[in-house]
């Protein structure tokens, strides 16, 4: 193994893996791409770039899936249990990539593998064996037809394991993969493993990843953990309440989806909130491993312990649907995972059904406030039966097919998260641009500082907000691409402001003067070489990285290498026909009035897509430019 000079861990290894021939190579990353790209999700978009040819359908076998960790992965820093999935999307025909915890990232790295590089087409279905070091193609036919549940049980309990469910064997379009009870949810990765025959990969090893300056890294390892526990964000809130805590604030604000993205409020949501789950349904605190936040919840369902749904299933089961059932949404969460489907795009193309019936253009035996029978409609969508096949294609397909496209709420393809951006237009932002499609994380999660955060920085204003949305995004891409929880980062927000809340004179001040501050943003983006230095307090992350690797990273550094990971996405989707025109949302969010006596109320893109391109160093068709690619250091790649 390459190693780079004394005391330096070696080069990430990687494996490609033929799943046609059986072929394994294994291979060091080499030094010029571990420098510039890292790992993890950064790394994962340079090599999907490299690997796959312009065109390509997502489930053909020629399709490319990589399914990496980041070098803190393992390490003994707080929240970096994650792994993560890059491949063709399914849903866009851009890049995707799915972040998961569980098990199996952990395992894979000690195991002796980073990543892993899959191609090709199993002939039957079959299992993934990594054990120390050695990979193992074999057929697992017996496995084929159960759900993730099961699969896992039938494999032995001390492996890390990744697997799908039928969603993914019959190709739903946001097929999960899933790790324990974690779950890779977005963009159809299931269907990708499915189309590949592959219903499980399964990970064991003894080895430890080799840290640069051990003793250095231990002892900030340990101030950054201490750190976490007494941030208000992080040691309080997100403890008790999890994501879920985010469902009243969001329909305090009018930012939360009912009725299909009708609304923003639920004059029933208070039954599906956090608060109400924590006070009649929460058993106990869980989390992923090393991480010391414990965000999880611990429900009941069908008498027995089970993870709890995220803010996300809460608001998409429950006021998207016009439905205030907690015990309705904690079954479906499990019958998701357990199906491998995604919550977010299921549950919001049955809302897209139930407003086409409402409207007397199609019949899926779904409507609104109805739950009696969804877990009926689930199985026939994982198993593509009847009329039900045309749910599981998403949104953007059905609308196709019957109408309805203005309302169809979706960006690129891809279905909205759980925040309604005509009350949170810096996320509207987010929405258009994120290079996967309509996902609240890769668009950069301003909803956080305008509309369920502790700070406001005016939701409805244009405001600064392309700068901080940016800024955002090469933040969070960073953090996902050293291996962390995406949690971690929510620290960022001064512990002072939770103490002082939301309405304090301070707090609103603050909240108030962010906008303004959308040039200073700007400028910090394009003078990050001369951030150099690394905070506790400000994405220590990048000190984390710089003890582990022996790599040089200072924080200006550090969100260089999101800005990189995120022009690749950027280049990927281009490459696909992805250009400037797709950066659009629906027109029930950009042109309907969500208050029709507020002008304000929608999404006004036009205003805030220029500032956001001149932003990112891209032209006016949103195509990055020479000079910032040079200054990157990105060659754009296969043509």
């Not at 150099?532 to 790599?551: D, K, M, V, Y």
Request: glycine share 10%; charged share 25%; with cysteine.
């Amino acid at each position: 193994m390459k190693r780079r000079g004394k005391n330096t861990p070696p080069l990430p290894v990687y494996a490609r893996v033929d799943l046609t021939t059986g072929g394994v190579e294994r291979f060091p990353i080499s030094e010029k791409y571990f420098k510039k790209y890292v790992g993890g999700k950064c790394l994962a978009a340079r090599l999907l770039l490299d690997l796959t040819p312009p065109g390509l359908d997502p489930l053909s076998p020629e399709a490319v899936i990589i399914i990496n960790t980041g070098p803190l992965n393992g390490t003994g820093a707080p929240s970096t249990s994650r792994f993560n999935l890059s491949f063709k999307n399914v849903l866009t025909g851009g890049i995707a990539s799915s972040n998961c915890g569980g098990q199996f990232g952990v395992m894979l790295k000690r195991a002796g593998f980073d990543g892993l590089i899959i191609t090709g087409r199993a002939a039957e279905p079959s299992l993934l064996e990594i054990l120390d070091g050695e990979i193992t193609l074999k057929p697992a036919p017996e496995l084929w037809g159960l759900d993730a549940e099961k699969t896992q049980e039938a494999l032995p309990e001390w492996y890390g394991k990744l697997v799908i469910g039928p969603a993914g064997e019959n190709r739903v379009l946001y097929a999960s993969s899933i790790s324990g009870e974690r779950v890779a949810g977005r963009c159809g990765s299931g269907a990708v493993l499915g189309s590949k025959n592959l219903k499980a990969l399964v990970a064991y090893g003894t080895k430890r990843p080799e840290v640069y300056d051990r003793e250095g890294f231990d002892k900030f390892v340990a101030k950054w953990i201490k750190f976490i526990k007494h941030h208000p964000m992080t040691g309080q809130s997100l403890p008790r309440y999890g994501s879920a805590g985010l469902v009243n604030k969001a329909n305090a604000t009018n930012a939360l989806p009912t009725k299909n993205f009708q609304r923003g409020h639920f004059d029933r949501a208070d039954a599906v909130s956090g608060e109400t789950l924590t006070e009649t349904q929460l058993i106990r605190n869980s989390g992923c491993v090393s991480c010391p936040i414990r965000c999880e919840r611990r429900v009941p369902v069908d008498g027995r312990n089970l993870k709890g749904p995220e803010y996300e299933t809460l608001g998409f089961f429950g006021p998207n649907i016009e439905a205030a059932d907690m015990d309705t949404v904690l079954r479906m969460n499990w019958l998701c995972d357990i199906y491998g489907v995604d919550t977010i795009s299921f549950a919001s193309s049955l809302a897209f059904a139930m407003e086409l019936k409402e409207r007397g253009m199609a019949d899926f035996g779904v409507e609104f406030g109805r739950t009696d029978n969804l877990e009926e409609v689930l199985v026939k969508v994982a198993h593509r039966e009847g009329i039900y096949s045309d749910i599981a294609d998403g949104t953007k397909r059905m609308a196709a097919k019957y109408g309805g496209e203005d309302f169809a709420i979706n960006a690129k393809g891809l279905e909205l998260a759980s925040y309604e951006p005509r009350r949170s237009v810096g996320m509207g932002l987010g929405y258009a641009v994120a290079n996967r499609g309509g996902c609240h994380l890769n668009g950069g999660y301003l909803a956080l500082l305008e509309s369920v955060g502790v700070l406001s920085m005016d939701a409805l204003t244009p405001r600064g907000k392309a700068q901080f949305t940016a800024f955002m995004q090469d933040a969070l891409e960073a953090v996902s691409s050293a291996g962390c929880c995406l949690f971690s980062a929510q620290t960022f927000v001064p512990g002072i402001f939770f103490d002082l809340g939301p309405n304090s004179p301070i707090t609103r001040l603050v909240g108030k003067i962010m906008p303004w501050m959308g040039p200073m943003v700007a400028l910090l983006l394009n003078m990050t070489p001369l951030v150099a230095f690394n905070s506790l307090f400000i994405l220590p992350h990048a000190e984390a990285l710089r003890r582990a690797t022996g790599l040089r990273m200072f924080t200006g550094q550090f969100l260089d290498l999101g800005e990189r990971s995120y022009n690749l996405e950027r280049l990927f989707n281009l490459r696909e026909g992805l250009t400037a025109k797709d950066d659009s949302l629906p027109r029930r969010l950009t042109k309907e009035l969500q208050d029709p006596k507020n002008p304000r109320t929608a999404v006004p893109l036009e205003k805030m897509l220029p500032v956001y391109y001149k932003t990112r160093g891209w032209d006016k068709e949103g195509r990055p430019k020479r000079w910032k690619l040079l200054r990157l250091g990105i060659e754009e790649g296969r043509r």
